[in-house]
């Protein structure tokens, strides 16, 4: 069965530093990746998403993350942060070739301080 | 568009009491999914659904059912609520499971006492 493991639950920050949230993933079969930002009192939107070609792949918003399959992780980073960033990142896996269901990890609170 | 839209967005029930989460999209999209995010659990998904009549269990289905006799509303019942089912409740949507994009709903909040 497909798990998420997000190994950090909190993770603060000074503004404009570097951040790297990690996720590490278990399934059998080719995956689907996903990271997911959820806002205070928002549902979740679409950061990114890996589902075949590039191992790297980056958001509007200069996040990027690469799909590291030797390793089975999809760490998410940025290399300078802004007070809006500050949110829930959430790590998704779904089995390519399955019914599309989502398996998300815990989540990952990023706080960005001035 | 709307998007994906969920009523109500607050609700206090009594345990025993029954309730139906509603959702409706307006992108024509074939999988519709209900999630229930607790704090420090991330989203467990509840049912889903890849197209009108078709519907499935997720990872906790026990307490709620389903249904999808249109594609555009996929609501959740609760049949006799419990205060373990106190949660933050997410409907979600997609094209169809090779695109991965969910598209999510503001949310419905639930106490039950």
């Known amino acids: 069965a497909q798990s998420v493991t997000q190994l950090d639950s909190q993770v603060p920050v000074f503004e404009e530093a570097p951040v790297e949230l990690r996720c590490n993933y278990s399934s059998s079969v080719s995956v689907y990746l996903f990271w997911y930002v959820q806002y205070p009192n928002q549902g979740l939107q679409l950061l990114l998403k890996y589902l075949s070609g590039s191992t790297l792949v980056e958001s509007i918003n200069g996040f990027e993350a690469e799909f590291n399959k030797s390793q089975t992780s999809f760490h998410l980073r940025k290399p300078s942060v802004h007070i809006s960033d500050t949110a829930e990142y959430f790590c998704?896996?779904?089995?390519?070739?399955?019914?599309?269901?989502?398996?998300f990890g815990k989540g990952t609170k990023l706080s960005v301080k001035p | 568009n709307a998007g994906v839209t969920q009523t109500p967005k607050f609700q206090v029930l009594k345990t025993g009491q029954s309730m139906t989460l509603q959702c409706a999209q307006d992108?024509?999209?074939?999988?519709m999914s209900w999630y229930r995010q607790d704090p420090g659990m991330g989203l467990r998904l509840i049912h889903y659904s890849v197209g009108a009549g078709i519907t499935d269990q997720g990872e906790v289905p026990n307490g709620y059912n389903v249904s999808r006799s249109t594609t555009e509303d996929f609501p959740l019942r609760l049949l006799s609520a419990a205060p373990s089912q106190t949660s933050v409740y997410f409907c979600a949507s997609m094209w169809g499971p090779r695109t991965g994009e969910l598209f999510f709903g503001e949310g419905s909040r639930l106490t039950v006492l």
């Open positions: 992108m024509n999209h074939e999988y």
């Open positions: 998704a896996v779904s089995e390519g070739g399955s019914q599309g269901n989502l398996i």
